[in-house]
């Protein structure tokens, strides 16, 4: 998802609040090895662009921050 114009704490609550409605529905996921209901990890980044930046900088940061949320455990929003 990407957020013009809003700044790293907006976006850290947004996607929090979506996690946590996930949540809240309890999604049955009976293939997961994780939970046995439906889970949702994010990876959050903010970038002020610069000439030297692109668009894919800012996806690798939030990818980035994604694979530390799955690798602490799933199901959280990380910022990078």
Do not use: W
Not at 13 to 32: F, K
């Amino acid at each position: 998802m990407l957020l013009p114009n809003t700044k790293i704490k907006g976006a850290l609550m947004l996607a929090e609040s979506i996690r946590q409605a996930i949540a809240n529905v309890a999604i049955p996921h009976a293939q997961s090895k994780v939970s046995q209901f439906l889970t949702l990890s994010c990876g959050v980044s903010s970038l002020i662009p610069t000439p030297k930046s692109s668009p894919g900088d800012l996806i690798d940061q939030a990818d980035q921050a994604l694979y530390i949320a799955k690798k602490q455990g799933r199901n959280r929003v990380v910022n990078y």
